[in-house]
T-cell receptor, first 114, second 114 residues
């Protein structure tokens, strides 16, 4: 059972455009939603994260929008740059319990054309 | 956030042998995890490395195949035992000092079994 569904699988955007990646989750106990950026040959790096008590969080060109009732969250990359070309993973976790393991989406390969 | 050193970065191993991957964190962390990632795919959690006790394995992963040690709050090892070509993958260590500080990943170990 896939608890975090991510779309699209791949995305091609022109430089300066807006990249939008969507995720939906099933487990209402999730209360931490990070986005990771991964370049080839590297481990995932935390990009931005949000908790369900806010509907939006912005850090520079990156914004997370969160819709608790729909159990969906999305990553928006404004003014996309070729250097943003990477694989993006959404994830979710819950703060209760004995550990805080992350459940990942399947990833989105973003290509930003110059 | 914590910085993770993982080694080896890559290895080519003969089938039937075992490989131990080391994960060193530059500060004490609450939780450490081991993931597997096929090239171009998402991350699959193998187990949570518990300090001073047996690791907690996810469904489909067993201790005999993936023994894990965590002798202190900054170090863990994952052994891939009796390897077969199907074990060829990228193995990633992750650590967290709590949800508020997010999760950090090492750069991974690219394992090829021939």
């Amino acid at each position: 059972q896939q608890q975090v569904k991510q779309s699209p699988q791949s995305l091609i955007v022109q430089k300066g455009g807006i990249s939008i990646i969507n995720c939906a989750y099933e487990n209402t106990a999730f209360d931490y939603f990070p986005w990771y950026q991964q370049f080839p040959g590297k481990g995932p790096a935390l990009l931005i994260a949000i908790r369900p008590d806010v509907s939006e969080k912005k850090e520079g060109r990156f914004t997370i929008s969160f819709n608790k009732s729909a159990k969906q969250f999305s990553l928006h990359i404004m003014d996309s740059q070729p250097g943003d070309s990477a694989t993006y993973f959404c994830a979710a976790s819950r703060s209760g319990g004995s550990n805080y393991k992350l459940t990942f989406g399947k990833g989105t390969l973003l290509t930003v054309n110059p | 956030s914590a910085v993770i050193s993982q080694k080896p970065s890559r290895d080519i191993c003969q089938r039937g042998t075992s490989l131990t991957i080391q994960c060193q964190v530059d500060s004490q962390v609450t939780m450490m995890f081991w993931y597997r990632q096929q090239p171009g795919q998402s991350l699959t959690l193998i187990a949570t490395a518990n300090q001073g006790s047996e690791a907690t394995y996810e469904s489909g992963f067993v201790i005999d195949k993936f023994p894990i040690s965590r002798p202190n709050l900054t170090f863990s090892t994952l052994t891939v035992s009796n390897m077969s070509p199907e074990d060829s993958s990228i193995y990633l260590c992750s650590a967290s000092q709590g949800l508020a500080r997010g999760y950090t990943f090492g750069s991974g170990t690219r394992l090829t079994v021939v």
